[in-house]
């Protein structure tokens, strides 16, 4: 296969982090999925490289490695596991099989420079969760934002947040990393809440998909079912690679506010010259559903 996006998912698995992860296993014509990175943030960072690895067995992908990352932010401990949105497991408290495969022997932060070095300026990061392995490979590898073609943020909003009245929870946790993601010199593409919320993920995704593999949907389905049908915010940042028209984009200058103040983990979008960011400011919730049902269709027996 030629011509294929050489792609690092950064995750912290997490509900809707099985969307997006199944989103990009679902694809490998088109994705060259090169590592799963985990970070803490849902759950401790022991539990989200676990689930990182099961979900991989139970999408039958467990050729992709996972490359466990960091145990804390980058200046503050984790918080405490996020149960109302992710259950005890991180996983809806859903309970999927045990793979026998282990993390990759490399941290996060260095798996992220190898393959950035390997794919010579073509990978595109995916980051879904806190961005401190991000950030820490930044500030370890200087050449990095030289050898990455792009990265894509579920984070941030242009409207009220789900932490504060200003702030979106993966920003929020590691402001300090997300700072340095913005301005590291690497274009950003951000999907926020401001679009994210417009399009819950509903049972009714599954009509007239008939051949689904059971296991796969019976996990999908649950997991709908815990989120009481709410969006599935990560699903839908890596959507825009499937297809960025599903997206109306706008180019803007992006910064995170990181001062502990009521606005810490605020992003601002300001209309302004040099971009270092596209912004999703709307979204076409019908393309989104057809590139999920497509997803769902590939999971066959």
């Not at 794919?119 to 050449?143: H, Q």
């Not at 909003?157 to 300090?176: F, L, Q």
């Not at 689904?212 to 649950?222: I, N």
Request: proline fraction near 4%; hydrophobic fraction near 40%.
């Amino acid at each position: 296969m030629t011509n294929r996006i050489s792609i690092i998912v950064d995750t912290d698995p997490g509900v809707d982090d099985f969307f997006c992860i199944a989103l990009a296993c679902a694809y490998p014509e088109l994705f060259d999925v090169k590592a799963i990175c985990t970070i803490g943030g849902n759950n401790a960072t022991d539990v989200t490289t676990r689930n990182a690895l099961n979900i991989l067995k139970l999408l039958r992908r467990e050729d992709i490695p996972v490359a466990r990352g960091a145990d804390s932010y980058l200046m503050e401990e984790f918080d405490e596991p996020v149960e109302q949105f992710h259950g005890r497991n991180g996983l809806g408290n859903v309970e999927i099989p045990e793979t026998e495969k282990t993390a990759d022997p490399l941290s996060a932060c260095e798996k992220i420079y190898q393959v950035a070095k390997e794919c010579g300026g073509e990978l595109v990061i995916v980051t879904v969760g806190p961005e401190t392995n991000l950030a820490l490979a930044f500030s370890r590898y200087p050449d990095l934002p030289s050898l990455v073609k792009k990265i894509v943020v579920m984070g941030g909003t242009t409207d009220k947040g789900n932490v504060t009245e200003y702030a979106e929870a993966n920003i929020w946790h590691d402001a300090p990393a997300a700072r340095i993601v913005f301005e590291s010199g690497v274009p950003v593409d951000m999907i926020g809440l401001n679009v994210t919320r417009q399009a819950p993920l509903r049972q009714e995704i599954f009509d007239g998909i008939t051949e689904v593999c059971g296991d796969v949907k019976e996990v999908m389905s649950k997991l709908i079912d815990f989120r009481n049908q709410e969006a599935m915010h990560d699903s839908i940042a890596f959507a825009c690679l499937l297809n960025d028209e599903i997206f109306t984009w706008l180019g803007a200058y992006t910064y995170v506010i990181a001062d502990h103040s009521e606005h810490h983990g605020q992003t601002v979008v300001e209309e302004k010259e040099p971009h270092n960011s596209r912004v999703a400011v709307g979204i076409d919730t019908e393309a989104y559903y057809r590139v999920m049902k497509d997803m769902i269709s590939r999971y066959t027996e």
